[in-house]
């Protein structure tokens, strides 16, 4: 039919035009976070476009909400604003038949954010946290760049090598400088020294060089040369092990396993789900043409609701994690009076009801049945 093919065509455009500038401001902006991180050590230089991308991907199933909102309520904007709904209401068309061909186009849409937010957020969470993490769980002597004093995971220590391998595993003219569990300090040198697994333990070994140990409570200093000494810097440790946020794991995880933070991270992916779905209904529901606002004023709105809903939504999975509702009655409240709200407003417009002259109908009523009486 020409109404639905019309009115589809123009929501792809406006959809299509809107995601392109909605990807390239969230790119922009992920972009210099991203290489903030990286700056201060957190993420790996060489992985920059890596993490990147997990990130934008994680965030997608915002980004298609929010373009879908604002393609909607442009659309219907336009046709409000050019008289198109005017002829249309005109032809026998009331505002409840867009619901059909709207829904007809967002469904697709509706469905990748779902399966987005179900299990690409986690997987994509996964992947950025595995990459931080062996960023972040190198060995001290891969942390350190030849020619510059590095500190140690730990902070406990002080490393300087004046050359090192393509690897990163050995290092020429090695310089530490510790603090001892005891509070001991302690200063190394060495010729040369590699890093070496011993059972679970990773040591440093280092040949041909200098000790020095200085005690400050007796204030003794003593040095020592050796052929071969080994430092301790650090010990194995699973992979990915203690970093499994809940934001990382799976939606059947946080199911197996139903607690308040889990199923707080639950409500929140379900209600991503949910919030696209009534943003469409409340898109169609809530947008006019008002001259007076100027063009500004339909968009105006539609950034304000999705900030709101959005922060409402993050509120209720704080509420949840900490034990203050339950994660279906906020599912139930949240959503549910959203959508009420949406389809009652709908009806009052499909049906053309004005509040003022529902009032004055029963105040003429009740003078009827006194003037009767």
Known sequence: MLFHSSIRTELSRSFGGTLVVLFTIVLTVLLVRTLGLATSGSVNPEEVMLVLGYTVLGYTQIILTLALFVAIVSTLSRMYRDSEMIIWFSSGRSLGGFVSPVMRFAWP?????VVLVLFVWPWANQQSAELRFR???RSDLQRIAPGQFQESSSGRRVFFIDKDTAEGTEGRNVF??????NGNETVTSATTGR???VGDRQFLMLNQGQRLENDPSTGRVKVSQFEQYGAEIGAAAPYMAGVQALKARS???LIQEPNPGTLGELGWRIG???TAFNLVLLAIATTVSNPRAGRSGNLLFTLFAFVVYFNMLN?????????QVHWLVLLLLLHGSVFAMSALWLAKRHHNIHLRSLLRRASDERADVGAAA
């Open 272 to 274: 991503v789900a949910l």
């Open 109 to 113: 849409i509706l469905l990748v954010i």
């Open 176 to 181: 530490i400088s510790s603090i001892e569990k």
């Open 195 to 197: 890093i070496e697994w």
């Open 315 to 323: 509120i209720g999975q704080r509420w949840v994690t900490i034990g």
């Open 135 to 137: 960023f972040e769980n």
């Open 251 to 253: 939606s059947l995880s």
